[in-house]
């Protein structure tokens, strides 16, 4: 594996603790991993945001600027970002996809604990590879994790609870 390689695998790590987002990976709390369930308001929903970024002179796009997470390790890397699509799609126990310029992205409620957290899984498509990430955020917290990546540019995507 080379040196960027494990630079994102740090970075994939970093996005999925608490200081990026607040988001924790389920099972990360501690404990029996058992909670009691809850189930979410009706019309609850998730915003999926695709993120170019790069080492350009863009700075932030406008429609970023509220989200303090990008301007942190391991984004805070990037001088450029670039809201490329935001959809909106159901969050509920039967999955909602999200089609990617490279794949897609299908979006599962898995739970929501009695704190009001939403476990939310992710699972990612791009041809014949694909990978499953579980999130757990409050409603208006957004997460992020990596797409893909090169030395100079990564696609981000980003998931909010509404």
Not at 47 to 75: H, K, M, Y
Not at 95 to 121: E, H, I, K
Not at 143 to 154: E, G, N, P
């Amino acid at each position: 594996m080379t040196a960027r390689s494990w630079w994102w695998l740090a970075a994939f790590a970093l996005v999925a603790v608490p200081t990026v987002g607040g988001a924790m990976p389920r099972g990360a709390r501690g404990g029996s991993g058992q909670r009691a369930a809850q189930q979410p308001a009706a019309g609850t929903q998730i915003e999926v945001l695709l993120i170019d970024a790069s080492n350009g002179d863009a700075g932030l796009d406008p429609g970023l600027a509220t989200l303090s997470q990008l301007r942190r390790t391991p984004f805070s890397m990037f001088t450029a970002m670039r809201l490329v699509s935001r959809s909106t799609l159901a969050l509920a126990t039967n999955p909602s996809r999200a089609t990617l310029p490279d794949g897609t992205a299908t979006v599962t409620l898995v739970s929501r604990g009695t704190d009001g957290r939403y476990t939310f899984q992710v699972a990612l498509a791009q041809g014949s590879r694909s990978g499953n990430l579980t999130f757990v955020a409050s409603a208006g917290e957004p997460v992020f994790t990596v797409r893909s990546s090169r030395s100079d540019r990564a696609m981000i995507l980003g998931f909010i609870v509404h």
